[in-house]
């Protein structure tokens, strides 16, 4: 069985503070890793995409994924109550096929 | 704003009804998704249509019929629902078809269904 495993939160961080978010996923033939946010009540967006190993940044958000672990992360710098959410780690293993985390809730405290 | 618009926002319908979901992108992606999200549970892929054609269909039960009638368009069709049935039903799009690793998902703002 193909799995994404995140911590289900919820991570509480300051406004001005790094959130940082993680994710592990058990098929080694994953070639593509995405970040999606989730606000209450409405539909995932994306975020952030990764393909290769190491940091890839965008903004206030770094993605960075380690192959040889199995591991994604999501750094988001200068935390605002705007991100607080619900982040799901996403890997598609192809043909279609992307896997969702149950994703990492984040509450950013003003 | 997305531009996967989905219809309706919320439904409501007995287990004896007949109903159905629709979807529509005007981004000219290829490929359509119909996601099947419980609350604080993650989506769970139920159909793809790639190219107009359906090319997977995750066990789904026969109470649940997908349609799409061309590239824009993507329906679902419900039938005899079940109360578990309830949940948040999205649509998807992405760019190539062709089922390639790096395709990224467009969700539309989804449908909240309640089976009573």
């Known amino acids: 069985q193909k799995e994404v495993e995140q911590n289900s939160g919820p991570l509480s961080v300051p406004e001005g503070a790094i959130a940082s978010l993680n994710c592990t996923y058990s098929?080694?033939?994953?070639?593509?890793f995405f970040w999606y946010r989730q606000y209450s009540g409405k539909s995932p967006e994306l975020i952030m995409s990764?393909?290769?190993?190491g940091d890839k940044e965008d903004g206030r958000f770094t993605a960075q994924l380690n192959k040889a672990s199995q591991y994604v992360s999501l750094l988001i710098r200068d935390s605002q109550p705007s991100d607080s959410a619900t982040y799901l780690c996403?890997?598609?293993?192809?043909?279609?096929?992307?896997?969702f985390g149950a994703g990492t809730r984040l509450f950013v405290k003003a | 704003d997305t531009e996967v618009t989905q219809t309706p926002k919320h439904l409501v319908m007995g287990m004896t009804n007949k109903k159905s979901l629709k979807c529509e992108q005007h981004?000219?992606?290829?490929?359509m998704y119909w996601y099947k999200q419980k609350a604080k549970k993650p989506p769970e892929l139920m159909f793809v249509?790639?190219?107009?054609?359906?090319?997977i269909n995750e066990s789904v039960p026969s109470r649940f019929s997908p349609e799409c009638p061309n590239s824009s368009l993507l329906n679902l069709h419900l039938h005899a629902l079940q109360p578990e049935d309830s949940a948040l039903y999205l649509c998807?799009?992405?760019?190539?078809?062709?089922?390639?690793?790096?395709?990224?998902?467009?969700f539309g703002s989804g449908t909240q269904l309640s089976v009573l």
């Open positions: 098929d080694r033939v994953s070639q593509s």
């Open positions: 249509y790639s190219y107009e054609k359906l090319s």
């Open positions: 981004m000219g992606h290829r490929a």
């Open positions: 998807a799009s992405s760019q190539e078809g062709q089922g390639a690793t790096n395709e990224k998902l467009f």
């Open positions: 990764i393909y290769s190993n």
């Open positions: 996403a890997v598609n293993t192809g043909g279609f096929k992307t896997i």
